[in-house]
Every structure is written in structure tokens, then in C-alpha cells.
């Protein structure tokens, strides 16, 4: 006996749904839809923060993500590190994932540029440090003891890193993280311990479990996701430059493709269960 | 042997754990100093344990590459892109760092090619097929079987079109609705985990400092 068109959906060659998922990223690429994005008040509160300082205020920007998160995370990195150069602020970076390492280095090789910006005078690397939470807990302690050399040169001699002996010293801290360590280290053993504000951007598989955090004002704000990342664009400004933004539009097809394949799975589900039961 | 493998390092555990549970409750400055040794010792530690990694990493598929265990070629592809890395980065670190240079890590700029070049499009390749798997496990499970089951589907569907900047959707309160999903029942839930964890991770410490949970010394003697 033939099979229906609804029991032929129920068991539909994946690859169909694969080739459906590569038309929706592929084609919003190339024709730009400029669906446009709604920024919300999570990520406002960081730009916000970042803008109400005073100038040449110190802000440590954890970078604890590597290329496999990069799509997600990487324009975040760009817009804060943009934010705080345009602001004239003194930038801290540091990683707790070697392999953040190459990514942070172009980032702020780039952000830099934009704005005449001066390694070791304006921004610092820290570089990668293993350990987890004993790296937060000793930058809380003594920030030298953790880090004796920047890239080669005594920590007390960088002029950017002069007054910032612990993380307390710090004025703000944004942890952009794909996983642990990350924002539960800089929250817990970080921000709470030694006191100072901390906003969080993570990928947005993750976004969901700091909303705990989000409520209890342990973070200041939070970017879930590319959508994050492009709200934090559209902040800034970047909506031409950055990537996040443009990559919204394959995003928002791309769901509406999962969705619509859902319904259709669960109306052939229905249809031929009903066909089974008679 | 006995003394060594397990008496000595569940001595070390106990003083150690208690050490640093009553340090918590001490603010004294040289309290905060022994805190601040205790972190060096850990990062210390932790240095050693990528050596280990990396050394675990070497025998596990050298091994297989020996023996032509099935998926040797994925083995050997991995241990080429070791050592090369390695190599680069070993040959690129003797070169005399420049100490005025403009930017980071211009003595490596050969690890950094080959990082943006390699590492970061494979990185972004792996994650990126995760949203075509995503897909079609999304079409197979979400059906509305149950009520629990029916629950969960609308509000994935929901949080999936809250990224979705059309007209209409915010006009029947997607966002609102999206937000409330993730401040009332997500964060509950959440909640929940994170006390959940907080509460096991206080009981498996505990079993660790009074000798208790002993599978971190290792198997057999």
C-alpha cells in the first residue's frame, strides 16, 4: 500500500531539512532582509554602565571563549572593546580558555586602531592564565602575584595596569563567556567576593541561566546570543560594520524554518495516528 | 605503598579543605595571605594537569595509530596538528620578543596565522553544524504527545520567534510573553538547579575532606 503524503513526512530524510536550513542562512546572506533588532533593557544596562563612567575609568573585559563560540560571542567582544575605546576608557583583557588568546589579540588590535588607542598606555592583555577559579580568586588577592609579566614587561611597569593592584580597583567588568570557566567564576568568586559591578554576555544556549544572577542584580546586564551581540551593534552604533547584526536576518529565517518544520512534523504526527487508531 | 597512594594524599586533602573553610571565616589580613598562596598552588596545579592532558592526548592516539584501531587516520591527523602547532609555537616563542611592538604577540604572528586561519573556521565549521542537527531533532522529538510535551513545544517556539523581528509577532506580545518565560518559570527552574548544584557540591566536598569520596586518587592500587 502507498504511503500517504503525511506518513511520507513523518519519516522525512533529514537531509531535506538540512537543505532547507542551508537555503535559510544561505540566502538571507546574499540578499539582505535588514529585519531590523529590538534592543532590551538587559543589554542597555551594560552599554549604559559603560557610558556613565567617568573617562580613563579602568574596565576588565573577560574574554573566556574560544572559535567554536566566536560567531556568537566575537561581535560582543568588538562592541564592548569599541564602547570602551570611544570612551576614552582604560581597558583591561584577560582569558581564562587559551584558546581566546588569538581572538582577543586581533580584536583589540583592530578596536584599537579605530581610535588611536595605545598598547599598554590605553589597553592591556593579560594574557591566558590556567586555573579557573584560583585565577579569580588570586586577581582578587593581588593582581601583580597573578600576573607578574604582561607580554614580557613587569605588570608595575605598564602605565594602564597603575592602580589596579586587585579587582576591586577595577570600575567595571564585562565577562563574555562560552562555558566554565566564565561568568559563574567572575560572579561568585569574583564581583561578590571582592565587590565591584560585573555585566555577562554568553551564547544563547546559555543566556537562560543567568537570569538567576540577572534578578538578584549579581550582573548589571546581560547579551544572550548573536541577538545580544546585535543589540550591544546597534548601541554602538555598528549596524553597518559589525557582523552581528548582519548575521540576525539568516538567524530569524532560519528559526522560522525550524518552526514551520515542527507544525508540519506534528500535523503528519496527528494525521497518521488518527489513520492508525481507525 | 599504601602510605603514598592513599594515606599521604587523603591527609593533604583533609588539612587542606579544613584550612580553607576556616580561612573563609577569618578576616585577617593573614588570612587573605593564605588564601592568596592556596590560589598560586591551584594555578600551579593546574599547569601541570594540561601537561597531563596533553600527554593522555599522545598515548590514546598514538596507540591506536600503533595498533590501526578503527578512525587511526582521525588519530594521526591529530597528533600531525599537535606537534606542528607545537613546533610553530616552540620555534615562534625563541624568536627575541619585540618589547615596543605596536601590538600583541608580534613575535607569534606565525601561531597567530594559523589560528585565524585554522583553527577559527574549523572552531566556527563545528558549532555551526550543531544548528542542522538542531533542525532535524527539533522536526523527529517536538510533538505534542503529552501535555508536558505540548508545553515545552510552545514555549520553544515562542523563545525561537522572539529573534524573529516581525510586526506581528510583537503585536500578539511574542517579546512579552518571551520575557516572561524566561523571569518566572525558566528562572524558577534555574533557581532550583543552581541550589540543587550548590547543595551536592557542599556534600561532595565534604565527602572529599573527611576521606569519604576517594575515586579522585585514582583505580586499584
Given amino acids: 500500500m502507498e504511503k500517504s503524503f503525511w506518513e511520507k513526512m513523518q519519516a522525512i530524510d533529514r537531509r531535506i531539512i538540512f537543505l532547507f536550513v542551508a537555503i535559510g542562512v544561505i540566502v538571507p546572506l546574499v540578499v539582505e532582509l535588514k529585519l531590523g533588532v529590538s534592543v532590551t533593557n538587559r543589554v542597555k544596562n551594560i552599554y549604559n554602565k559603560i557610558e556613565s563612567l567617568p573617562e580613563r575609568s579602568h574596565i576588565l573585559i573577560a574574554a573566556d571563549f574560544d572559535p567554536s563560540a566566536a560567531p556568537e560571542l566575537y561581535p560582543m567582544l568588538e562592541s564592548v572593546l569599541n564602547h570602551c575605546f570611544r570612551k576614552n576608557h582604560k581597558v583591561i583583557v584577560a582569558t581564562l580558555w587559551p584558546g581566546g588568546v588569538g581572538l582577543i589579540k586581533k580584536s583589540l588590535d583592530e578596536q584599537s586602531k579605530e581610535y588611536d588607542r595605545v598598547k599598554e598606555e590605553d589597553y592591556a592583555f593579560l594574557g591566558f592564565k590556567t586555573g579557573g577559579t584560583a585565577v579569580v580568586l588570586s586577581m582578587g588577592q593581588d593582581m601583580k602575584k597573578t600576573f607578574p609579566e604582561v607580554d614580557n614587561k613587569p605588570y608595575i611597569d605598564i602605565p594602564v595596569l597603575k592602580g589596579v593592584d586587585k579587582l576591586a580597583d577595577i570600575s567595571y567588568a564585562v565577562a563574555i563567556s562560552a562555558g566554565s570557566p566564565g561568568i559563574d567564576n567572575w560572579v561568585i568568586y569574583g564581583s561578590e567576593k571582592y565587590g565591584f559591578e560585573i555585566g555577562g554576555g554568553c551564547t544563547g544556549v546559555m543566556a537562560t541561566q543567568y537570569f538567576p544572577y540577572l534578578q538578584a542584580k549579581q550582573l548589571n546586564g546581560l547579551m544572550g546570543g548573536l541577538k545580544g551581540a546585535a543589540e550591544y551593534e546597534m548601541l554602538v552604533g555598528r549596524q553597518e560594520t559589525g557582523s552581528a547584526v548582519k548575521r540576525m536576518d539568516p538567524q530569524a529565517v532560519t528559526h522560522i524554518i525550524i518552526i514551520a518544520f515542527i507544525i508540519l512534523g506534528n500535523i503528519a504526527y496527528f494525521s497518521t495516528r488518527k489513520t492508525n487508531k481507525s | ?95 627575541r620578543p619585540d618589547p615596543d611592538s605596536a601590538i600583541y604577540g608580534s613575535q607569534a604572528a606565525q601561531i597567530q596565522w594559523m589560528y585565524i586561519n585554522l583553527m577559527w573556521p574549523l572552531g566556527g565549521t563545528m558549532f555551526s553544524i550543531l544548528a542542522f542537527f538542531i533542525a532535524s531533532a527539533a522536526y523527529r522529538a517536538f510533538r505534542a ?10 514555549a520553544a517556539m515562542i523563545v525561537m520567534l522572539e529573534v524573529v523581528p516581525i510586526k506581528i509577532f510583537a503585536a500578539i506580545g511574542i517579546p512579552e510573553i518571551n520575557n516572561w518565560i524566561f523571569t518566572c518559570p525558566n528562572m524558577a527552574a534555574q533557581r532550583g538547579i543552581m541550589l540543587g548544584v550548590a547543595l551536592s557540591v557542599v556534600a561532595t566536598s565534604l565527602r572529599i575532606i573527611f576521606g569519604i569520596e576517594r575515586t579522585y586518587l585514582g583505580g586499584g592500587d
Avoid at chain 2, 74 to 82: E, K
Avoid at chain 2, 145 to 154: D, G, K, M, P
Fill in chain 2, 1 to 95: 605503598m599504601v602510605l603514598l597512594k592513599r594515606q599521604i594524599p587523603l591527609i593533604i586533602a583533609f588539612i587542606a579543605g579544613i584550612v580553607m573553610l576556616v580561612q573563609y571565616y577569618i578576616p585577617l589580613q593573614e588570612s587573605q595571605d593564605l588564601l592568596s598562596e592556596f590560589t598560586t598552588w591551584a594555578m600551579i596545579i593546574g599547569a601541570f594537569a594540561l601537561v597531563i592532558g596533553l600527554s593522555s592526548l599522545l598515548h590514546m592516539h598514538i596507540g591506536k595509530i600503533r595498533r590501526l584501531a578503527p578512525g587511526w587516520g582521525y588519530s594521526l591527523i591529530t597528533v600531525v596538528a599537535l606537534v606542528t602547532t607545537a613546533g610553530v609555537g616552540i620555534i615562534a616563542g625563541m624568536q
Fill in chain 2, 145 to 154: 504527545r503529552t501535555f508536558e510535551a505540548t508545553v515545552l513545544l510552545i
